[in-house]
């Protein structure tokens, strides 16, 4: 796509009589000294401006501020050809109509998020964007045809590039921590999958696969925003992700975000909504016919149940979780939900019946769920969290103690905030014991973790 070349930045840079070097020297400068260091800008740069492309914030009102002081009068950025762009607050939180709207909304998103925009960083979580999002993907009907007229012609290469990209940050961030890379994540869908979309040309079939391999990536960088607790920002990617799911027609997708909207819901101590977003979740996964997604959304409306005290209810959940569980096809489902497995959904019993204050099926299902893959080292501190809570609800605080030991230590090696909330649950349990010799050390290490 050309650029139109931006006459007034150049008639400026004339009028001042800065050269492009030496006004790139200024503005690395006035960075600095207004708290942006590390600005590298040269007289390429300069030369990339007059010729259209749009510097991002806070650039142009830093070239305002040095013509102003250079010509002596006001200069704002779009005396610069540089217009303010207003984005709104609630980006990212609706589930648009239209697949030109998702489109705009999700690369405005990731362009925000790149730039670590304060509003984004500070937003808070919202539960009737959640539900309507909910409803929307229920409600809405199939997409038109997903076609995109732009000069960049997508291919099946540009399409596994995201997929690939997506397995290896999903192995890193269970591996390390979303912290070491989802800038990195957020960049990949600002710089490569964000051209794609609005400026690619494909048919159908092809734009179909783009949605869905945009999705999942959008996905994992919103389930990376969850774990580390920037809860705002974590809902409005998994509420654009659900939207290019609605894109491609894949249900399954959109049930596996729907699931996950519960359960961030869940660990937010919101079960009522968690409910409502399971329940749509197996809505969207009947219609699939993924029984391992099944058993998924089953158990995510019996931890929420759990959460609101109706152990009957979460009992006769976790049973359809089984009966679905017993009818997976595996290697005939999507690579995805590899993760879930007899493993995961012991962990996620656990989680219910340590909320329900059942010790004895607690540790049951804990010591199952340590039958893991390895390679998922936060899962694991998170199943050695909930072994040593529902060890210190049967009392064997020795045991527990011992537990609660290898949890620490792995969530010492993770950046990951949910991580260190976990080891803080286990602070306050131990609280009750904290004069024994065997957990005086424990409950300090725990402290050492708690979250920023």
């Not at 995510?300 to 009966?323: F, K, N, V, Y």
């Not at 893959?373 to 694991?380: A, E, F, I, K």
Request: proline share 4%; hydrophobic share 40%.
């Amino acid at each position: 796509m050309t650029r139109e070349p931006n006459r007034l930045l150049r008639q400026l840079i004339a009028e001042s009589g800065f050269s492009h070097k030496g006004l790139a020297r200024r503005l690395n400068e006035l960075g600095a000294a207004r708290g942006t260091p590390g600005l590298k800008y040269d007289h390429s740069s300069v030369l990339r401006w007059i010729g259209g492309q749009r510097p991002r914030e806070p650039v142009p009102a830093l070239l305002s501020e040095i013509f102003a002081l250079r010509l002596g009068r006001p200069v704002r950025p779009e005396d610069l050809g540089m217009p303010t762009i207003i984005t709104p607050l609630d980006l990212g939180q609706e589930f648009t109509h239209t697949w030109q709207e998702g489109v705009a909304t999700v690369t405005a998103l990731w362009r925000a998020d790149v730039e670590r925009r304060r509003f984004l960083i500070d937003s808070t979580f919202a539960i009737g964007a959640g539900s309507v999002g909910a409803v929307r993907w229920l409600t809405s009907p199939p997409e038109g045809r997903l076609e995109g007229g732009g000069t960049r012609r997508v291919g099946r290469a540009d399409i596994a590039a995201i997929h690939e990209v997506t397995r290896s940050f999903g192995e890193l961030d269970n591996r390390f921590g979303s912290g070491r890379v989802r800038a990195s994540v957020v960049k990949y869908l600002d710089t490569a999958v964000g051209p794609l979309l609005k400026d690619g040309t494909y048919g159908e079939a092809t734009g179909k696969q783009l949605a869905a391999a945009a999705a999942e990536l959008t996905r994992l960088a919103g389930w990376m925003a969850y774990d580390l607790e920037q809860h705002g920002l974590a809902q409005r990617y998994l509420i654009q992700a659900l939207r290019l799911a609605r894109g491609a027609g894949d249900d399954a997708l959109g049930g596996e975000i729907l699931a996950g909207m519960a359960h961030q819901a869940i660990y937010m101590s919101q079960p009522a909504h968690a409910l409502d977003l399971a329940r749509a979740a197996q809505l969207a996964a009947r219609r699939s016919g993924v029984q391992t997604l099944m058993a998924s959304c089953h158990v995510l409306e019996a931890h929420a149940q759990a959460g609101l005290g109706d152990a009957r209810s979460c009992s006769a959940s976790l049973h359809q979780a089984e009966l679905a569980f017993d009818r997976r096809s595996p290697g005939r489902e999507p690579a995805w939900l590899g993760y879930f497995d007899e493993a995961y959904l012991a962990a996620k019993f656990a989680h219910c019946f340590r909320d329900l204050g059942d010790g004895p099926r607690a540790v049951r299902q804990a010591r199952r769920s340590l039958d893991m893959d390895g390679r998922y080292v936060r899962g694991r501190m998170f199943n050695l969290s909930l072994l040593a809570a529902g060890l210190l609800q049967c009392g064997e605080l020795e045991e527990a103690c011992g537990v609660a030991a290898g949890a620490l230590d792995l969530a010492g090696e993770l950046q990951s905030v949910r991580s260190r909330s976990y080891a803080t649950d286990l602070r306050r349990r131990l609280e009750p014991y904290r004069r024994e010799p065997a957990v005086t050390s424990l409950y300090e290490r725990a402290r050492a973790l708690a979250p920023v």
